[in-house]
Every structure is written in structure tokens, then in C-alpha cells.
């Protein structure tokens, strides 16, 4: 299983920005899917899970703002991340888990893409 992100990028505070994480090799459909996000010398923490049944989840600190959506046809999963703050400054990471429970720490996830640096200035 292969999963590549998208390339990040540069936004201004306030901006837009949408990541996507490409799968292979995968039922893409019988996966819970996720993105998670890492600061240097801090834990990976979740901002949104899509469930195989398509229940999104987002942390706290994203609600309202970010949304995650999948795919099926292009097998592909999506973040869109509105009215960007500095503190959303990190690296992404697209991550699968297998359904059949919802996944709440990283550990639970079988796969992991490379990160993608989302950086937001202020």
C-alpha cells in the first residue's frame, strides 16, 4: 500500500489550502483514513479522520475550518484547510487504518504517506 501526498506549500494567515493523499495498492473503500500533523520535537496529533462508512472527525482545533473528504472513483483523500493561522504550521501526514473500529492513536494506523510541509505566515 502507497500513499503519496501532495505537495504542501506556502499560505499567508487567513488563506486557503487543500492537500490530497493519493492511495495504492489498497481497498480504498474498507480503510479508515486520516491526516495528521507533527511540529519538530512535538507527538503526531490527529485533525481528521473519514471513516469507511464516511464519518469525519476533526480535533478541536480545526472544527469549522478544515474539512477531510474522499474519493472513491480517484482514490484519493482530500483536506481543506480554511482561514489558515500560524499555529496550523506543520507537517501533514495521510495515514490508513482498517475499518472496522475508529482508530485513536497513531499506532492504529497500518500505513503512513511521506509528510507534506504546510507552512502559515502571519
Known amino acids: 500500500v502507497q500513499l503519496q501526498a501532495s505537495r504542501g506549500g506556502l499560505v499567508q494567515a487567513g488563506g486557503s489550502l487543500r492537500i490530497s493523499c493519493v492511495v495504492s495498492?489498497?481497498?480504498?473503500?474498507?480503510?479508515?483514513w486520516a491526516w495528521y500533523r507533527q511540529t519538530p520535537g512535538t507527538r503526531r496529533d490527529m485533525v481528521a479522520l473519514?471513516?469507511?462508512?464516511?464519518?469525519?472527525h476533526y480535533a478541536d482545533s480545526v472544527k469549522g475550518r478544515f474539512t477531510i473528504s474522499r474519493d472513491v472513483a480517484k482514490n484519493t483523500v482530500y483536506l481543506q484547510m480554511n482561514s489558515l493561522k500560524p499555529e496550523d504550521t506543520a507537517d501533514y501526514y495521510c495515514?490508513?487504518?482498517?475499518?472496522?473500529?475508529?482508530?485513536?492513536?497513531?499506532?492504529?494506523?497500518?500505513?503512513w504517506g511521506q509528510g507534506t510541509l504546510v507552512t502559515v505566515s502571519s
Open positions: 473519514i471513516t469507511s462508512r464516511g464519518v469525519a
Open positions: 495498492g489498497s481497498d480504498f473503500s474498507q480503510n479508515n
Open positions: 495515514a490508513a487504518a482498517q475499518a472496522g473500529f475508529t482508530p485513536t492513536t497513531p499506532k492504529q494506523y497500518n500505513y
